[in-house]
């Protein structure tokens, strides 16, 4: 994926990747800011933890 975030100053490729993973049996997603956010029940809660987490961050930004 070649483009641009709003934080970027030039056009660059990003790659998506699966944001889900296990530490210690428990279900986490991974975020842009480097964290590891959860634990999450299964990976349903765990996608709507994720629009939830985005919508958060949005709102944060146009805050700024």
């Known amino acids: 994926m070649y ?6 100053n030039a056009p660059a490729t990003h790659f998506r990747s699966d944001r889900l993973c296990r530490v210690n049996g428990e279900l986490y997603f991974s975020t842009r800011e480097n964290t590891l956010e959860g ?3 299964n990976p ?5 933890g ?3 987490y985005i919508e958060r961050m ?3 930004s146009n805050r700024r």
Do not use: S, T, W
């Open 3 to 8: 483009g641009m975030r709003a934080q970027d």
């Open 39 to 41: 634990p999450f029940e």
């Open 44 to 48: 349903q809660v765990a996608e709507r």
């Open 50 to 52: 994720i629009r939830e």
């Open 58 to 60: 949005q709102k944060m």
